[in-house]
């Protein structure tokens, strides 16, 4: 055994811990060996012409997930290859033709539930055990102390294994599956997928395996599968579906041997994995070639291939008589070895009696279904050709073909499991070591594995002398059987079920979404205005002590701005206009820019003053659009809103009266005072912070920006903006106000000059920024206003200078932004600053820092906001009905727009 | 006290802008409560000291600078929604309404 630990998560101890153990080593060769042969097998079988280098990825990808599941000594690790393996399964399901989507969800929702099951039992064993290591976990001693913890993740993980095992009631994926490429089936039922459920339950059977409800679950699902599985496997036509149910029925039997948790049931489990792997294998790649050279793979299409293809044939027939548990293949040997761990079970009584019953009804059915396989492929099953039936179930269906034998690149790496079946069936004793070390690893004891192809005469012979008996007397009479089990055997169908249960689940969401469905914003504003009310009246009935507040808190000059406020606002909230509302909002806001000014913050202000400038240009471009006055509202609706305002307003002042100025700066505020100058050399401790203490946070700001600007775009473009409201300008077309160019000329007079000066202050504010009021963000709303004015002052937007490349303009903020912390892991750490001294002439110096190249970033993408904004907000129509109406309407737009900035 | 007010008076107004009809009333009403929760972080700091966090030492009285940071990256993505909600308000096939009430 070998052990390897890298770690991934050292605060939660998880680690990369993988470890090679007799139980890995036998499913590692598992996926690796079927995995080769299927690659192989795909070049020959795939279309030629077209290239299927995402398959191979896929495949590639879910080997490596398989190899990395059993390999996994970390129950997190183990975990997410468990979703690896789900989600390769997906993808390589959802490329297989138009018909595969729907089966690939199915798919999905089947075993990504189990995969949650699997989450939580992870989730339990962490908690339970304090351990992510699972060799560690499943020794622990604290399960002793909790049984119910014990059980219940015994059942989750029982559940996730069934799903991906395909087990009754999950195993409809499987059949569902059959729509993907043979060699994908091929894989996902002889070595991966269906296989790592196996894995799990042999890994975890050290720990459970002596839990009653986990051996009750096990055996009971894993025989009533296997019977079902055989069972449909004898009613289906399509070669592919027999091998589908065949596979149920194998997991099944598989299953219900792991849940007697003897070390003879697991060395039966090791050998039977491996046979099923190895003639599974086979059976569906040479139901593949069958398939590629004749077109068809139906029973009642296929008509002595015996003569045609004989090398097939012999291929199959060795794989299948392995499956039917003839002597002297493996099948026999993993056959007789589960036979005799249900017969030595500790378990007694009329149970065990049942149990091995269906074990050898099982048995039975398979030898049927085996035969069935080889004589409806080879021979003719029930005597009759149905030319009909020729062709349709088939991949490759071509009538003009003439079935031939496959080529030997072909038949290869389908015969090898087949000969493998033969030779360690007929020289077992070599598997002992690797089936030792299995079993060993899955019981945690020794166990001499003793396989041999005769021990004499055992109970266990006797009972395979029974199948094959009653199995020959199944296939001499399969014609009446074969119509007797023609029909429906039951009225549903899993896939229907899924299928309910998944437009059940659609049309319930849709229902609780419906409940708040609606434009209405106060509808949805209710219910945290309603919280916030609860919230509030708790408070003050539970009367809290308060500390004092501090000293000095108001200044007089505080209550002028209060009452400005006031004034603005009551304006607001009353006007019927909306450029009014627009205009009493701004000026309050230019009140709240003081306030931030005379509370110290000389950055926030400035960068308040001019968002109002901005805001109120392009809301005023937004408002052209727009009726003069708001929709009317009723009274009721008036006072109710009055009412939760008021409510609200009282609560705001409670919050903030009671909560705060209450204490001194916050420690780390006053961290930043004392300490910005030694850590950054700035200055300015807020431009400090927003770009090296906090840089990340800033570019994620960066990324907002960014993406509501986009979001401006894809809005705008995709859904037409209104047209300009017209009507009201209509009468100015004999006035003055129409000449739009002669209008404008003051205000590119006054751009003229001083743009230079404004961009020159910009760029002074953006290197000042470090040390005075200043940097990316003010300077940025600088520009704007620039911009802003340049806008203004073109004649039409066609001429306007802000049609500049904002779109590159903001990536190329993010970019510069990026790439710039990108460089801070030269000093340690993302975003950490660097400092350069750049020489100036004359003796002196500029000390360049990496901030404000991101301060750069933050500028640029800033811009760009503001260009988007202008240029979207601010386009003419552009689905006007006809040049001449266009033309009509152009000069009275233009002059409207003159009129309202 | 005086802050305090002001954030009561710039929420209260929000409010009622919000529950109003029409996406520009709801934009106004929005940027007032930004204002609100920005003020109740200046409050949430000390507003006895009200020097300017500029200067390398003597920062006794200095204004605390966090919540400083906070509000001026709460400015520009408020500006930005702003932006956002305008172009909204323009797309809708009924003006900037919000409802079907007559």
Redesign the interface.
Known sequence: MREEAIPWIPTLDIALRVRMDGLAMLFVFLVLFIGALVMAYSARYLAKGVTHADYFGWMLLFAFAMVGLVVADDVVLMFVFWELTTLCSFFLLNRSGPKAGPVAVRTLLITASGGLCLLFAVILIITTTGTTELSAALVSDAWADDPTALTASAVLVAVAAMTKSAQFPFHMWLPDAMVAPTPVSAYLHAAAMVKAGIYLLMRFTPLFGDNTVWQVLLVTVGLVTALMGALFALQRHDLKAIMAYSTVSQLGFLVAVIGLGTPDALKAAAVHTLAHALFKSTLFMTVGIIDHQTGTRDLRGLYRLRRVMPVTMIITILAALSMAGVIPLLGFISKETIFAAFIDAPHRGLPAVLATSAAVAVATLTFAYSCRIVLGGFWNYRGVEDPRLRGPAGEHHDPEQKPAEASALFLIPAALPAVAGLVLGLFAGHLDPLIQGATQAATGSYHDPDLTLWHGLTPELGLSVLVLVTGVVLVVFRAPIDQWLNRELLPFTGVGIIESLRRGAISTGTRVGDLTRTDKQYVHLGAPWILLAALGIGAVVSAPVLSAQVEGLDQTSDWVLLAMIALFLLGAVTTHSRLTALLLVGAAGYVVSIWFITLGAVDVGMTQILVEILTAVVLVLALRKLPRNFHKTRRTRAAVSAAAALGTGVLAFGAAFALTGRRDVSALGQYYLENTYQDTGGTNIVAAILVDYRALDTLGELTVVTMAALAIIAVLTSRRSLDEHVNDFRQWNQSALIDHVDNTLPTRTLFRWLAPLIGIFSLYLLVRGHYEPGGGFIAALVAGTALCLAYLGAPTDRESPTRLPYRTIMAAGIAIATLIGATGWVNGSFLRPLYVEVPLPFGMSFDLTSTLIFDIGVYLAVVGLVLVALNYLGQAPRHSAGPQEEDALRPAAEAEKEGSS | ??????????????????????M?????GF??LS??A???L????????????????G?AG????????F???A??????????M???????ET?????DEG
């Not at chain 2, 305008?86 to 809708?92: D, F, R």
């Open positions: 006290m005086t802050l305090s007010l002001t954030i009561a008076l710039l929420t209260a107004a929000g409010v009622y802008l919000i529950l109003q009809r029409g520009i009333r709801i934009i106004l940027i007032l204002h609100a920005n003020l109740f200046f409050a949430a700091g000390n507003a006895a000291r009200r020097d300017a966090p500029i200067g390398a030492d920062l200095a204004a605390d600078p966090l919540p400083q940071a509000v001026l990256t400015i520009v993505i408020a500006f930005a929604i702003t932006m956002l305008s172009a909204l308000a323009v797309t809708s003006g900037d309404d919000t409802e």
